[in-house]
T-cell receptor
Framework: QQQVKQSPQSLIVQKGGISIINCAYE??????FPWYQQFPGKGPALLIA?????SEKKEGRFTISFNKSAKQFSLHIMDSQPGDSATYFC????????????FGQGTTLQVKP | DAGVIQSPRHEVTEMGQEVTLRCKPI?????LFWYRQTMMRGLELLIY????????DSGMPEDRFSAKMPNASFSTLKIQPSEPRDSAVYFC?????????????FGPGTRLLVL
């Protein structure tokens, strides 16, 4: 119930293509859904986040799509670049719960030039 | 802003030795989190503090692990005795209070190898 399931585990995309990573959750009390990006040798960093009152949020080439009824959300990276190669984590939390995040297992993205 | 500071960045030790990892959160942040990252288990939350008080330590693997936060600017994660299966990257993260309390800022991590 507290889990966030992420897929795929790894993804290879050609430069200029669209990268799509999916996450699903069970706990309907979750109300904050961030995505974190992690480069090798670094800590994860917040990339983009969404709350369930909207179905989509876009920041540059990165878009979160949110389907509340299906309890799923996804990250789309448009015009993927080699510099986007990293590990991506989805997460979920309950507002006011001292900020505890439940992370997905991560997706390693490789963008080929 | 210096960000979250962790030390040491790398630690190699022998099985049975005590290991102490240190973290300095971002000034003014109210929550502090310790994570462990491995290929097999991904990113695991070990324990987190709010206003220096441990809130949830259900992720601490066993009694060999302990964490303290004596003040708002310092936390330690101790493993005693260490075992080879503790080899991992340990991250500390901090989070501000208020409306954006969910945003966590991660440190660079401590890469631990137990031989």
């Amino acid at each position: 119930q507290q889990q966030v399931k992420q897929s795929p585990q790894s993804l290879i995309v050609q430069k200029g293509g669209i990268s799509i990573i999916n996450c699903a959750y069970e706990n309907t009390a979750f109300d904050y859904f961030p995505w974190y990006q992690q480069f090798p040798g670094k800590g994860p960093a917040l990339l983009i986040a969404i709350r369930p009152d909207v179905s989509e949020k876009k920041e540059g080439r990165f878009t979160i799509s949110f389907n509340k009824s299906a309890k799923q959300f996804s990250l789309h990276i448009m015009d993927s670049q080699p510099g986007d190669s990293a590990t991506y984590f989805c997460a979920a939390s309950i507002a006011g719960n001292t900020g505890k995040l439940i992370f997905g297992q991560g997706t390693t993205l490789q963008v080929k030039p | 802003d210096a960000g979250v500071i962790q030390s040491p960045r790398h630690e190699v030790t022998e099985m049975g030795q005590e290991v102490t990892l240190r973290c300095k959160p971002i000034s003014g942040h109210n929550s502090l989190f310790w994570y462990r990252q491995t290929m097999m288990r991904g990113l695991e939350l070990l324990i987190y503090f709010n206003n220096n008080v441990p809130i949830d330590d259900s992720g601490m693997p066993e009694d060999r692990f302990s964490a303290k936060m004596p003040n708002a600017s310092f936390s330690t994660l101790k493993i005693q005795p260490s075992e080879p299966r503790d080899s991992a990257v340990y991250f500390c993260a901090s989070s501000p209070g208020g409306a954006r309390q969910e945003t966590q800022y991660f440190g660079p991590g401590t890469r631990l190898l137990v031989l």
